[in-house]
T-cell receptor
Framework: GNSVTQMEGPVTLSEEAFLTINCTYT??????LFWYVQYPGEGLQLLLK?????DKGSNKGFEATYRKETTSFHLEKGSVQVSDSAVYFC???????????FGGGTRVLVKP | DVKVTQSSRYLVKRTGEKVFLECVQD?????MFWYRQDPGLGLRLIYF???????EKGDIPEGYSVSREKKERFSLILESASTNQTSMYLC??????????????FGSGTRLTVV
């Protein structure tokens, strides 16, 4: 089945720093790729997605590009804010049952 | 605003109790899912359902069962709660069709503690 590996956290940054969270996947075929965000005390929210190779998903200043050649979907933001402190999950959808498979999550803490 | 609602945010139960976690969605979604979230392990799929009265095992179904009697409601049942089932439980739903283009809508989660 599909699997997702993302960098372990926590990642601690200062406000306005550049954020990268690495995500690689293994899958058969052409899975869709997602980034979800979980703010403290809340459920997961879809942050962005990409459904085919070279697609770029973007939202709230975050971007990720579907790289089929490197099986990666790294999340980036050029200037983080304290409000970006959250846990970020990379996920792939596809394979048997077309279900979402999540990475382990990366906690990001942005300090003022 | 469309949403997935989980009946309890926090729950404390005793070992051996039968526990019901309820989830309701108002989006007329065909698919519903139950995950548990544990530190360092991410989200792991327990059970899912593609339609009323249908259920499929996920990756970690042991110790759990589910019920889907109505399209909008998907219940997770712990037949005899144990301390290793202390976790955050997340319900999600999504629409059938359009291959891979649909993400999931998640509820806010139920943090269950078994003592």
């Amino acid at each position: 089945g599909n699997s997702v590996t993302q960098m372990e956290g926590p990642v601690t940054l200062s406000e306005e720093a550049f954020l990268t969270i690495n995500c690689t996947y293994t899958a058969t075929g052409y899975p869709s790729l997602f980034w979800y965000v979980q703010y403290p005390g809340e459920g997961l929210q879809l942050l962005l997605k990409a459904t085919k190779a070279d697609d770029k998903g973007s939202n709230k200043g975050f971007e990720a590009t579907y790289r089929k050649e490197t099986t990666s979907f790294h999340l980036e933001k050029g200037s983080v804010q304290v409000s970006d402190s959250a846990v970020y999950f990379c996920a792939t959808r596809g394979g048997a049952g077309n279900k979402l498979t999540f990475g382990g999550g990366t906690r990001v803490l942005v300090k003022p | 605003d469309v949403k997935v609602t989980q009946s309890s945010r926090y729950l404390v139960k005793r070992t051996g109790e039968k526990v019901f976690l309820e989830c309701v969605q108002d989006m007329d979604h065909e698919n519903m899912f139950w995950y548990r979230q544990d530190p360092g392990l991410g989200l792991r799929l327990i059970y899912f359902s593609y339609d009323v009265k249908m259920k499929e095992k996920g990756d970690i179904p042991e110790g759990y069962s589910v019920s889907r009697e109505k399209k909008e409601r998907f219940s997770l049942i712990l037949e005899s709660a144990s301390t290793n089932q202390t976790s955050m439980y997340l319900c999600a739903s999504n629409k059938q069709g359009a291959r891979g283009n649909y993400g999931y809508t998640f509820g806010s989660g139920t943090r269950l503690t078994v003592v």
